[in-house]
């Protein structure tokens, strides 16, 4: 059966970083496009990163360039969100998703819909 399952969420400082990932079994992200989304109390869920398969095209959304960075270990079948300087407004269930791309670059990073395979969430909560 195939899962994306994320950790590394918890509880943290404002101005403090946490690192979440997203593994995959029963799916090999290799070949896949992994992106990070996130969906705020109250709030619709919203795009944070996105990485082709090849690592080489990165996507974020303009608010958190900067401070959150998206990376992956094909060797581990994981990807990666590190996320610095958090602020309370970070303060989401961060959730992953993967899809298969014809090319490196896709224009379709940001639409949840456009994945066919995503995680349960990790929740991520930043103290003021």
């Known amino acids: 059966q195939v899962q994306l399952v994320e950790s590394g969420g918890g509880l943290v400082q404002a101005g403090g970083s946490l690192r979440v990932s997203c593994a995959a079994s029963g799916r090999t992200f290799s070949s896949e496009a992994v992106a990070w989304f996130r969906r705020a109390p109250g709030k619709e869920r919203e795009f944070a990163a996105a990485i082709s398969w090849t690592g080489r095209a990165i996507y974020y959304a303009d608010s958190l360039k900067g401070r959150f960075t998206i990376s992956r270990d094909n060797a581990k079948n994981t990807v990666y969100l590190q996320m610095n300087s958090l602020k309370p407004e970070d303060t989401a269930v961060y959730y992953c998703?993967?899809?298969?791309?014809?090319?490196?670059?896709?224009?379709?990073?940001?639409?949840?819909?456009?994945?066919?395979?995503w995680g349960q969430g990790t929740q991520v909560t930043v103290s003021s």
């Open positions: 998703a993967a899809r298969y791309t014809e090319s490196d670059r896709w224009g379709s990073y940001a639409d949840w819909g456009s994945y066919d395979c």
